[in-house]
Structures are given as structure tokens and as C-alpha cells.
């Protein structure tokens, strides 16, 4: 099974400001990363695959990078309604398909 | 609108069986593999279980393996997950998923439905 561990846990950031998450994946998944954001009260919702596209609908200050086993989310100028809790998912070798633990971006 | 109702969920005792039911609507349901992810209280995303578009291919993870059943009807829009056997620890939130592509195997998942609650308590 692959591990995917996200870092930071928590990260505070303010508002207009550039937010950069990371997704790091125990051994090589190659592009075969996906990024979700899931707002309190909320289902998820699909924002990267391919680790650098972005899924119909997503705005362009959302942008995925990386490859193998260590991936970016950066948010180029956050908006009030970009706080959310996001997560990275590998999707190479499966099952079982596996996320990370978890980003909550805050206002700081 | 494509759209995904999850019901079914509730409190159930140690051991117990719930089946949890997804209605999809506003797209090919035949075409989709559809997928089961659930929440625990304050915690992050667990893959569940998948089936294909025509029932061919079905996967379990370990933790639900033999007591967990996922199924579909395709005629009704619908995905099922029976589960039997129920722990404390399968409490929390279940939302249906569907694989974004439509060509199998899933891989990346969207859209979800709002989540139904699965409570396994005494």
C-alpha cells in the first residue's frame, strides 16, 4: 500500500496570499496524483488529476505540480473561500487507492 | 446536473447490518464505475470499495473485506453497499463517488454525493 503524507498539518495563511501545500507519496506514483478540497459540512471536491490539471470548473489561481513522490498544491491568491481541508490521492497502484492525512488551510 | 443521493445510514449496534443505497442522476449511469468512501468524525478519507460499470471488476479494502458487499443496479441508477458485521470503528460518514472518467479502471474520483451517516454504537 502506498503511504501518502501531507505536510503541513495546519497552515495559516492570509487572505491574497500565496498558499503552497505539499503531498509527499512513500514510492513513485508518477503523475497519477489528484487533489481534493472539502469545506466544513461538505462532501469533497475533485480540484487536480494528472497532478497538474485542473478539473472542469476550478479556477486558474489553483495549480498542482510534482511527479514520483513529491507533489504541490499552490493557491496563487486565496480567496475567503478557499479555506478548506485539502487532500492528495494516488491513484497508480490500487487497491486500495489511498489519501493523505490532510492540509486544513485557516485565515491567519 | 449530475447528482448522488446517498440514504440508509444510521445507528446500528456492534454487529449489526445497514445497506446503504446511492441514487445517481443527469448522467450515463452504465458508463461510470462507481465507488463508496467514508469519513470518521474529525479524520481524513478512506477508499471503501469499487465496482465497475457492469459489475466486472470489484475491489474491497482490507478493512472491509468479508463483511462489507457492494452491488449496482444499472436499470434503477443505483449503488448499493451492504454492510453486515458492523465496528465502531466503520462510524462515520459515506458518500458515493463516481470515477470522473467513465473509462475503467476508476482513478480519480468526482463527482460525490453530500454523505450519509453510518453510527455503530451500544
Known amino acids: 500500500e502506498i503511504v501518502m503524507t501531507q505536510s503541513p498539518a495546519l497552515l495559516s495563511v492570509s487572505p491574497g496570499e500565496r498558499a503552497t501545500l505539499s503531498c509527499r507519496a512513500s514510492?513513485?506514483?508518477?503523475?497519477?496524483l489528484a487533489w481534493y478540497q472539502q469545506k466544513p459540512g461538505q462532501a469533497p471536491r475533485l480540484l487536480i488529476y494528472?497532478?497538474?490539471t485542473r478539473a472542469t470548473g476550478i479556477p486558474v489561481r489553483f495549480s498542482g505540480s510534482g511527479s514520483d513522490t513529491e507533489f504541490t498544491l499552490t493557491i496563487s491568491s486565496l480567496q475567503s473561500e478557499d479555506f478548506a481541508i485539502y487532500y492528495c490521492?494516488?491513484?497508480?497502484?490500487?487497491?486500495?487507492?489511498?489519501f493523505g492525512q490532510g492540509t486544513k488551510l485557516e485565515i491567519k | 446536473e449530475e447528482q448522488l443521493v446517498e440514504s440508509g445510514g444510521g445507528l446500528v449496534k456492534p454487529g449489526g447490518s445497514l445497506r446503504l443505497s446511492c441514487e445517481a442522476s443527469?448522467?450515463?449511469?452504465?458508463?461510470?464505475?462507481m465507488n463508496w468512501i467514508r469519513q470518521a468524525p474529525g479524520k481524513g478519507l478512506e477508499w471503501v470499495s469499487s465496482?465497475?460499470?457492469?459489475?466486472?471488476?470489484?475491489h474491497y479494502a482490507d478493512s472491509v473485506k468479508g463483511r462489507f458487499t457492494i452491488s449496482r443496479d444499472n436499470a434503477k441508477n443505483t449503488v448499493y453497499l451492504q454492510m453486515n458485521s458492523l465496528r465502531v470503528e466503520d462510524t462515520g460518514v459515506y458518500y458515493c463517488?463516481?470515477?470522473?472518467?467513465?473509462?475503467?479502471?476508476?482513478?480519480?474520483?468526482?463527482?460525490w454525493g453530500q454523505g450519509t451517516p453510518v453510527t455503530v454504537s451500544s
Open positions: 490521492q494516488q491513484y497508480i497502484i490500487w487497491p486500495p487507492y489511498t
Open positions: 463517488v463516481r470515477d470522473a472518467v467513465g473509462i475503467p479502471p476508476p482513478l480519480w474520483f468526482g463527482p
Open positions: 494528472g497532478a497538474s
Open positions: 514510492q513513485s506514483v508518477g503523475s497519477n
Open positions: 443527469g448522467f450515463r449511469f452504465i458508463m461510470f464505475s
Open positions: 465496482i465497475t460499470s457492469t459489475s466486472t471488476y470489484i
